[in-house]
């Protein structure tokens, strides 16, 4: 099943908490999961990305968290900041060389100060 | 930095034009990608190339067709615009995925997108 099924749609979160997105996925053959952040008015730019043997990847205040036996990962954003309001977008590559990616629905953050 | 060009911001064209959509990479990447952005349905693929001349089908690819004929530079076409085509078109590029001594995944870079209108 070719299909990034991404939770939830919008999220409001308070300066200083935690702004947890969570993704899920079937097809057993995607490799590489990374999370992709777009500004408006922006295209979406990389933000982290995880390989499925590694169940943690931390890059200053985000860290992906993958459950590889529940099909399940997850972006956690530590300390939010108001800069942090953008819509986030979860993937997986299927594509090997061709580096092809199926992207979720998108996630709406709003950091309110 | 990676610079992915869309030629237009916004665009206004009537139902039944013919229209190109322009996207110019300046890093020598072999893949391409168009997308188009839906609220509530996130980036889906309309067509992707490898290399010059060489295209796939996406998701989405009815009513579209590509072109590259340099290395460089990825055309979206809408061959008989319709109403339903109405949205914002994105465009990436990205190296082959395994490009290195360890593949640790290349990211897509994309262009800041062209907001298309059908009339």
């Known amino acids: 099943q070719q299909q990034v099924k991404q939770s939830p749609q919008s999220l409001i979160v308070q300066k200083g908490g935690i702004s947890i997105i969570n993704c899920a996925y079937e097809n057993t053959a995607f490799d590489y999961f990374p999370w992709y952040q777009q500004f408006p008015g922006k295209g979406p730019a990389l933000l982290i990305a995880?390989?499925?043997?590694?169940s943690e990847k931390k890059e200053g205040r985000f860290t992906i968290s993958f459950n590889k036996s529940a099909k399940q990962f997850s972006l956690h954003i530590m300390d939010s900041q108001p800069g942090d309001s953008a819509t986030y977008f979860c993937?997986?590559?299927?594509?090997?060389?061709?580096?092809?990616?199926?992207f979720g629905t998108g996630t709406l953050l709003a950091v309110q100060p | 930095d990676v610079k992915v060009t869309q030629s237009s911001r916004y665009l206004v064209k009537r139902t039944g034009e013919k229209v190109f959509l322009e996207c110019v990479q300046d890093?020598?990447?072999?893949?391409m990608f168009w997308y188009r952005q839906d609220p509530g349905l996130g980036l889906r693929l309309i067509y992707f190339?490898?290399?010059?001349?060489?295209?796939e089908k996406g998701d989405i690819p009815e009513g579209y067709s590509v072109s590259r004929e340099k290395k460089e530079r990825f055309s979206l076409i809408l061959e008989s615009a319709s109403t339903n085509q109405t949205s914002m078109y994105l465009c990436?590029?990205?190296?082959?995925?395994?490009?290195?001594?360890?593949?640790?995944?290349?990211?897509?870079?994309f262009g800041d997108g062209t907001r298309l209108s059908i009339l």
């Open positions: 995880i390989r499925p043997d590694v």
């Open positions: 190339s490898y290399d010059v001349k060489m295209k």
């Open positions: 990436a590029s990205s190296l082959f995925a395994g490009t290195g001594m360890v593949d640790l995944g290349q990211p897509q870079h």
């Open positions: 993937a997986a590559r299927f594509g090997g060389a061709t580096n092809k990616l199926i």
């Open positions: 890093m020598d990447h072999e893949n």
